[in-house]
């Protein structure tokens, strides 16, 4: 296949239709025109020589002087025809075209060998007359053939060749003549018909051009787009009426000045699309859609525009000719969607991906260098609760006046955002100095606890926070936001309302309960999993009246896993609805081997009691184990209360009318709603152990607290079972209280059920009390300051009293239980503890490895402080 070369016509497209054709012709017969010119001011010359005048005397002769003249002026006529002509798309007048071309130069060949023949040969008059005939014909069929006003000139040649033929006595000016006459005749009526076409096409093109007229103004008419053109110098000369009347310029105003004057100069990266437009108008190259700001005076106004260069049959370049369409709708649907993709519609602030990009930048410099940022994860407490007892529309604007606050606490330090539901984020840059973040989630803590007054009503809530710090050594976003949930973790599991720092344990304690929670997906099928059964003991007759089902986990490499650690992850898993299922199945397979005289109280946690499912799975069990519905007894903890729904209410008594009995586990250290014992049909409240252990202190008011608790459940009726007894003193406390029934150590630990029901078959039910009559072993009161270090930071904290296992010490928030810390008394004597319990500003720690604090505590400092024999373990 042979490939068109650089200067080829487009395929399909003829050599004659180019305009290089068109400027050739035109400088043919303008050529010969000027030819003919010389030809026939020399033969006039040649009148006056001697030697001539006889030749002249001829009438011929003069004819063809005569001829010669209006033949220059014919000639005239088709150079400037030729000159204003558009490139030539029908064959056939391509053909003439030709024709006349070939006429002209074979005439004025004639002509210069006619008076070569009448000077140089002698007796030449006869070739003389010859030649003269067939130019004088050559010329005017040429020249009639490019004519403007064909039909009179026709009549014109016809003439003079009739009457050359007629008043000259030759043979060959009449041949030539008649000849000519009847290829005039035949050329005059194909003009005729030519010229009839030519016209009906002609109106039929003023009737094209009418109808893309008004299609034009009707579209510009419509605002659907408007129409430009400019001249060379880009100059308008055209554009479209509507425009002018958006610029709030007349159309006369803008006609003649530059296209460019109409859009408005943007700088920065907004200006790439008017560079791109001047490129294209100085290099006279297309642009198609490009996006301009239109001039308008107090008005932000988009167009969209394209042009297309445009030049005359020749290739000159004439300006420019395009179309526009009005983009300002676009433009701000765009920027609504763009709002939306970036920020949060109910509050205003920044959405994940915005807050995560900030986040990103915030990291980097604007030289790429890291730099240093904080983090603030942030959940709000109890928000649930709002949305549940007041409505959704209420959280709505809870949410709203706590995104206020937050911006106003903030400022200019940082950008908040909102996650989703609850959880805010924070972007401090610049800031990595703990004690200026302390600070700020100290404010926002105080701040959001103040009440919020939403439509008459008072709205409390809380918030927690997680703190992660970036230095500036490379951390990635990912990982800083990771660690601020690990510390929003700590923080609730601190008991909320608090912040946390993120420490590098939390990430190794996170990595632990990952792990822990891939191999709880497999020990139930692995029968990993097991239950214990602790005795619950009727006071006054110390029979057994039932059992608590206490879980157990033995893993097969990682051995026995406390349940303190895989209960909760269960629960965030959801993995705690197939574990609770199994453990209400065997608890119910379990009564059946104990007999009808017995019952077991299984735990049932707040995302079990919201499944649906749970009445239908008690009686499924019951069912199948062929036992009382009584003799199951489900212990639901306080936090169920923390979602105050008719749905709540609705799950207690389809669960009463199922027949199995409800008890209120840990009563008095959670929500302690006590409205809800009246909605709730309860039969039991269960005492923590909390307030059970050394409850027989004097100094203590737990006995105060279990008094109030047992005499609420004596006047609804309902029993009270004391956890945790484990001396003869804490007994004696709660039986003199009034407790009905009794379980811990002192009657027995947890046991398997073979064990259970070889204590039932020895004993017949009945059990004995053993232990020791005091819990504690005897203390130091004490006022020592002393350093704390946990996670990296190093606290001033206070040692109230101790002993050689453990310490109360004071000064340190709200420390989470398991938290493991570093005591030091004095330079080279510190000792590693883990944190027990918390209450306020109270921690109780036990040391990793018994101390001797004779060596420790000097005589003036120190007094012993009441106490009892401690029990063996």
Not at 372 to 391: E, H, I, Q, S, Y
Not at 654 to 666: E, H
Request: proline residues 4%; glycine residues 10%.
């Amino acid at each position: 296949m042979i490939r068109p070369g650089i200067g080829d016509p487009p395929a399909g497209e003829s050599p004659f239709d180019s305009p290089e054709f068109v400027a050739q012709m035109m400088r043919v017969a303008k050529l010969w025109h000027y030819v003919l010119i010389g030809r026939t001011l020399a033969f006039l010359a040649l009148a006056f020589l001697p030697g001539v005048a006889g030749f002249l005397d001829r009438p011929s002769h003069w004819l063809v002087m005569a001829a010669g003249l209006p033949c220059d002026v014919v000639l005239t006529v088709i150079g400037q025809a030729m000159r204003s002509s558009r490139p030539i798309a029908n064959e056939r007048v391509r053909l003439m075209a030709m024709l006349c071309m070939a006429l002209i130069v074979l005439g004025t060949l004639l002509n210069a060998a006619a008076i070569f023949a009448a000077i140089a040969i002698p007796d030449g008059s006869r070739y003389f007359d010859a030649f003269t005939a067939i130019e004088i014909g050559s010329l005017l069929v040429a020249a009639s053939a490019v004519a403007i006003a064909r039909p009179a000139f026709f009549a014109f040649a016809g003439a003079t060749a009739l009457g050359g033929a007629i008043g000259v006595a030759s043979w060959p000016f009449a041949i030539a003549g008649f000849v000519f006459l009847g290829l005039l005749i035949v050329m005059m009526r194909e003009d005729v018909r030519h010229q009839r076409r030519a016209t009906r096409a002609a109106r039929l093109d003023v009737s094209e051009q009418q109808r893309a007229l008004n299609l034009m103004r009707d579209f510009e008419r419509a605002g659907r787009g408007w129409f430009w053109e400019t001249d060379r110098n880009g100059q308008l000369v055209y554009i479209s009426p509507t425009v002018a009347a958006r610029l709030d310029r007349p159309l006369s105003a803008l006609l003649g000045h530059p296209f460019t004057d109409i859009i408005r100069k943007r700088i920065g990266r907004d200006e790439n699309e008017e560079r791109t437009l001047g490129f294209s108008l100085s290099s006279r190259t297309p642009f198609k859609e490009l996006t301009v700001q239109a001039a308008v005076p107090g008005e932000e106004r988009w167009w969209s525009i394209s042009g297309q260069p445009i030049s005359n049959e020749f290739g000159n370049f004439q300006g420019f000719r395009g179309s526009g369409t009005d983009l300002t709708d676009k433009k701000r649907s765009e920027r609504e969607i763009n709002q939306l993709a970036r920020y949060d519609t109910l509050t205003g602030l920044a959405n994940r991906r915005h807050i995560t990009d900030l986040l990103e930048r915030a990291l980097k410099s604007h030289g790429g260098q890291s730099q240093p940022c904080a983090l603030l994860l942030m959940d709000l407490d109890r928000f649930k609760a709002v949305n549940d007892t007041l409505g959704h529309p209420i959280g709505d604007q809870l949410l709203q006046q706590v995104a206020g606050r937050l911006t106003q606490i903030i400022g200019d330090k940082g950008q908040v955002g909102r996650l989703g539901g609850d959880e805010f984020q924070i972007v401090v840059p610049q800031i990595s100095q703990p004690e200026k973040l302390a600070g700020i989630a100290n404010a926002i803590i105080l701040s959001l606890a103040k009440p919020f007054a939403i439509e008459g009503e008072q709205v409390r809530i809380g918030s927690s926070i997680g703190i992660a710090v970036s230095d500036g050594e490379g951390t990635t976003a990912s990982a800083l936001v990771r660690n601020a949930d690990l510390a929003l973790y700590a923080a609730k599991d601190a008991g909320r309302g608090v912040y946390r720092f993120y420490a590098d344990a939390m990430h190794n304690q996170a990595s632990e309960r990952k792990a822990i929670e891939d191999a709880l997906r497999d020990a139930l099928a692995k029968d990993e999993l097991k239950l214990l059964y602790q005795p619950i003991v009727d006071v006054a007759s110390e029979r057994i009246t039932g059992f608590e089902a206490l879980i157990r986990w033995h893993h097969a490499t990682g051995g026995l896993i406390s349940p303190s650690k895989f209960i909760p992850i269960a629960e965030e898993s959801n993995l705690i609805v197939p574990i609770g299922e199994w453990i209400i199945r065997s608890a119910c397979s379990a009564i059946a081997h104990l007999g009808p005289g017995y019952r077991v109280a299984v735990n049932v946690s707040p995302r079990q009691f919201a499944n649906e499912k749970l009445p239908a799975t008690i009686m499924s069990a019951v069912s199948a184990a062929g036992i009382r519905p009584e003799q199951i007894e489900l212990e639901i903890t306080e936090g169920v209360f923390l979602d105050e729904s008719p749905e709540n209410l609705a799950m207690f008594q389809k669960l009463k009318r199922t027949g199995v009995r409800l008890a209120l586990d840990d009563f008095g250290t959670g929500y302690s709603a006590l409205g809800y014992l009246k909605k709730a049909p309860f039969d039991k409240i269960k005492i923590d152990q909390s307030f059970v252990l050394g409850a027989g202190d004097p100094s203590s008011m737990n006995a105060a607290i279990i008094s109030s608790i047992v005499g609420l459940a004596t006047a609804l009726d309902m029993e009270t079972t004391a956890e945790g007894v484990e001396t003869h003193d804490d007994l004696a406390l709660v039986r003199g209280l009034g407790c009905s029934h009794v379980q811990g150590y002192i009657y027995g630990k947890p046991m398997d059920l073979v064990e259970v029901l070889a204590l039932l078959r020895e004993g017949g039910g009945r059990v004995e009390a053993k232990g020791y009559k005091s819990a504690r072993e005897p203390r130091l009161t004490t006022f020592r300051t002393i350093q704390v270090d946990s996670g990296g930071y190093r606290y001033e904290a206070i040692v109230r009293n101790m002993s050689s296992r453990g310490a109360l010490i004071e000064g340190l928030w709200n420390v989470p239980v398991g938290t493991l810390v570093t005591l030091e008394f004095r330079a080279g004597q510190a000792f590693r503890a883990e944190a027990r319990w918390s209450a306020g500003n109270r921690v109780g720690v036990q040391f990793a490895e018994a101390i001797d604090i004779d060596t420790l505590i000097g005589p003036k400092i120190a007094s012993p402080a009441r106490g009892r024999t401690r029990r063996a373990a």
